[in-house]
């Protein structure tokens, strides 16, 4: 496909994260690299994971004061961005997609089309990932966004099914429905062999260890594993593969203090510390040595927002653990997922999983399918 359209992606100073693992799904799902990407200013272009050209000339971001932008920088950044849609080799395209929009992005296009800077045959894709970013919007910039989407000159995506149908309960805005970007594994991933059933069965726990995220649960799910082994003679054993941070190393000391303390209760559930894996074909690799994907995540602040380890999960058919009520709960419909609210239930979905292994692998290759359909579905509607 042909199509050249303009990626708009402040956050690409990061090799952690989706910001720059999007721009490479959306080449794959067009088939081509031509898009071009507008970043912030102090990125290394060099150090991009794909080939497309960067403008890097949006105003610098400060992580600091992100979300209270001031209407100067908005402003600002519109006219930078109108002149750079001015110049001749981008003239011609007739689509921006913000896969990852904030506030400021929200904002920003907002200020173009209000004040008539931006031509109306420039349609514009916005994509969400949590509704705080709606709902810190001024009630001013807010009204004329609703009227810009509902009028058809921006669509609004959002990542989930759950967080679409929150966007349209509870601010009467007309969402396009969730649109899906694979993570880390490519849309295109070819799975060459099985899991071979093992004595041991490996538990990734995986991304920024965050209390969100379940950082404080998870040394008392391991605990609670210790004490079935204990109690129970079982022919396989489970390892923990834990990621942390360099840079967070006073939760990494309490959770491997709290994760310490139980070692004397069961040698047959270890853990693997993981550090770095800021390369991404690094980290696929780790992916792949993953045999359940453990998330016991927030369930408030996860209620409406994705997790790219799920899609990652299923496009490598892995079964999934995730704490109830999770979002995405679309991807887990084949029982190829098993949802816990409490410790002793996530305890028991490994076991579960663990014993019937090939059953969960089955059913996950339903989900893949379905998956990579709805990513091609809902990839089609902005074109």
Do not use: W
Not at 248 to 256: A, N
């Amino acid at each position: 496909m042909d199509k050249i359209i303009i990626i708009l992606e402040r956050r690409l100073f990061s090799a952690i994260g989706h910001e720059r693992t999007q721009i490479n799904a959306i080449n794959e799902l067009l088939g081509n690299k031509k898009s071009i990407v507008i970043a912030s200013e102090g990125i290394n272009i060099n150090d991009m994971p794909f080939e497309n050209k960067v403008i890097p000339k949006l105003p610098k971001l400060n992580l600091v004061d992100e979300g209270k932008e001031t209407i100067e920088y908005i402003q600002e950044s519109g006219d930078i961005l109108i002149k750079l849609l001015n110049q001749k080799e981008l003239k011609k395209i007739q689509k921006i997609i913000i896969p990852s929009a904030r506030r400021v992005e929200i904002a920003l296009i907002t200020y173009l089309y209000n004040e008539k800077k931006i031509p109306l045959n420039l349609k514009t894709v916005l994509r969400i990932h949590d509704i705080v970013f709606l709902e810190n919007l001024p009630k001013a910039t807010l009204k004329i966004f609703s009227q810009l989407v509902n009028q058809g000159l921006i669509k609004l995506f959002s990542e989930t099914e759950e967080l679409s149908k929150k966007i349209e309960h509870s601010f009467k805005i007309k969402s396009s429905g969730s649109l899906i970007f694979p993570v880390s594994v490519p849309y295109k991933i070819n799975i060459k062999s099985k899991k071979e059933i093992t004595d041991e069965i490996f538990i990734g726990c995986l991304g920024g260890p965050r209390r969100s995220k379940g950082m404080f649960t998870i040394p008392k799910i391991i605990k609670n594993l210790r004490m079935y082994f204990q109690k129970n003679k079982e022919d396989f054993r489970v390892t923990f593969i834990i990621q942390m941070s360099k840079n967070k190393k006073k939760r990494s000391i309490l959770f491997k203090i709290n994760e310490y303390l139980s070692r004397h209760i069961s040698n047959s559930v270890n853990v693997k510390y993981i550090y770095g894996t800021e390369d991404s074909n690094e980290f696929i690799s780790l992916l792949k040595q993953v045999d359940i994907f453990l998330l016991p995540y927030s369930k408030i602040q996860y209620k409406y927002c994705g997790s790219g380890f799920i899609t990652d999960a299923i496009f490598l058919e892995k079964p999934i653990i995730t704490v109830k009520d999770m979002s995405m709960q679309n991807l887990r419909k084949f029982k190829n997922a098993i949802s816990a609210d409490n410790v002793e239930g996530y305890s028991n979905a490994i076991i579960r999983i663990s014993k019937n292994y090939e059953y969960y692998v089955k059913n996950s290759k339903l989900a893949k399918k379905y998956l990579k359909n709805n990513i091609k579905k809902s990839f089609n509607k902005i074109l």
